[in-house]
């Protein structure tokens, strides 16, 4: 079974912390994907990275920045920590392929972060 | 345009009752993937069931079928047999055809299933 780790289940930080937020996968995935989810937003796509070193903007990517420095870990990073960034963070992997195949995303079970 | 919608904020359906929770998607593409997952309270996000876009048949899992409806740019996820534990929120995903391995979510369905 494929297997996401995020590295905290819940999180407290304080504004403008420098706050970093760890996932690893075990299924040597080459991509790997970090969503916040908001109550009635759904999940919003903020980076993702289709290999080591390698990294593309999401839809909401202000505020955050990332870090693959080995396959299997993808690293959220806040730069400087505000209240409009309590939420939950979950991250996903998966394999590489074609459209049309099916490679599904394989999540974390999450990390709540309130920013105080 | 929306790429994925969800248009049923809230769902409820009895004990062993089916229910279908719908979802369109927006894609120009010939080759994609459709996706469901379930997430409980607890808050993980279960991958459930998946739909090629040349599939020719309608994909099933145990309980879950997906009804696949190409034209119409639609992929119903369908619960036969309701129980309790399917209390969930649900998520319709596509891949628009990406090769990132992207997906797109929409907002979900929150399905209560009562006794």
């Known amino acids: 079974d494929v297997k996401v780790t995020q590295s905290s289940r819940y999180l407290v930080k304080r504004t403008g912390e420098k706050v970093f937020l760890e996932c690893v996968q075990d299924?040597?995935?080459?991509?790997m994907f970090w969503y916040r989810q908001d109550p009635g937003l759904g999940l919003r796509l903020i980076y993702f990275?289709?290999?080591?070193?390698?990294?593309e903007k999401g839809d909401i990517p202000e505020g955050y920045s990332v870090s693959r420095e080995k396959k299997e870990r993808f690293s959220l990073i806040l730069e400087s920590a505000s209240t409009n960034q309590t939420s939950m963070y979950l991250c996903?992997?998966?394999?590489?392929?074609?459209?049309?195949?099916?490679?599904?995303?394989?999540f974390g079970d999450g990390t709540r972060l309130s920013i105080l | 345009a929306q790429k994925i919608t969800q248009t049923q904020p809230g769902m409820f359906v009895q004990e062993k009752e089916a229910v279908t929770l719908d979802c369109t998607y927006d894609?120009?593409?010939?080759?994609?993937?459709l996706f469901w997952y379930k997430q409980p309270s607890s808050g993980e996000m279960i991958f459930l069931i998946y739909?090629?876009?040349?599939?020719?048949q309608n994909a099933t899992e145990g309980r879950y079928s997906l009804n696949f409806q190409k034209a119409r740019k639609s992929a119903n996820l369908v619960i036969s047999a309701s129980q309790l534990g399917d209390s969930a929120m649900y998520f319709c995903?596509?891949?628009?055809?990406?090769?990132?391995?992207?997906?797109?979510f929409g907002r979900g369905t929150q399905l209560t299933v009562w006794p």
């Open positions: 996903a992997s998966s394999g590489s392929g074609t459209p049309y195949s099916n490679q599904p995303q394989h």
């Open positions: 299924m040597d995935h080459e991509n």
């Open positions: 990275s289709y290999d080591v070193k390698m990294k």
């Open positions: 894609t120009s593409d010939p080759s994609y993937g």
């Open positions: 739909q090629g876009s040349y599939d020719q």
């Open positions: 995903a596509t891949d628009r055809g990406s090769t990132l391995g992207r997906l797109y």
